[in-house]
């Protein structure tokens, strides 16, 4: 079984929220929130998925503060991915995950949900929508966040 297929996490202390790409790179999809449950658990789960869904790499939003310097979080975030790829044996890249909470906050405001059922969807949307700037930009292997006042 050829594994091509991209998993988005949008990376967080409680909850993780996960993304699927199209096996041509071309679309992200919501797939799910994982509440965090320790690292023995966390790991069966990311295994499971992993075959499941028929990933071959894994993209981690990082963090980072609006001038492009990174956070305690972006560190959290480093420390997670390394752990992800002695777990699953996937390589990790990284994609700057600058307003995709807000943005996913508002499309589900947009579209009608309840503050309930867009808390339930928020960090999936939020995966999605940093897995499809990802694959928009051409899946760059060592994209590095730059400020967003830097012109290039």
């Given at each position: 079984m050829k594994r091509s297929r991209l998993l988005?996490?949008?990376?967080?202390?409680?909850?993780?929220?996960?993304?699927v790409s199209d096996p041509d790179h071309k679309f992200s999809f919501p797939l799910?929130?994982?509440t965090r449950q320790g690292p023995t658990?966390?790991?069966?789960?990311?295994?499971?998925?992993?075959?499941?869904?028929?990933?071959?790499?894994?993209?981690?939003?990082?963090?980072?503060?609006?001038?492009?310097?990174?956070?305690v979080k972006s560190a959290e975030a480093r420390?997670?991915?390394?752990?992800?790829?002695?777990?699953?044996?996937?390589?990790?890249?990284?994609?700057?995950?600058?307003?995709?909470?807000?943005?996913?906050?508002h499309a589900l405001w947009d579209a009608g949900l309840t503050h309930k059922k867009r808390k339930e969807r928020r960090d999936a949307v939020a995966a999605q929508m940093m897995l499809q700037a990802y694959l928009d930009a051409g899946c760059p292997v060592d994209a590095v966040p730059t400020a967003l006042d830097d012109p290039g």
């Open positions: 988005g996490i949008d990376f967080g202390s409680v909850r993780i929220g996960l993304a799910e929130i994982r658990n966390d790991a069966a789960f990311f295994r499971a998925v992993i075959e499941r869904e028929e990933i071959g790499g894994l993209v981690v939003g990082l963090p980072i503060h609006l001038d492009g310097r990174e956070s420390t997670f991915a390394a752990w992800l790829t002695e777990t699953t044996g996937l390589g990790v890249a990284f994609y700057d995950e600058r307003f995709t909470s807000v943005q996913a906050e």
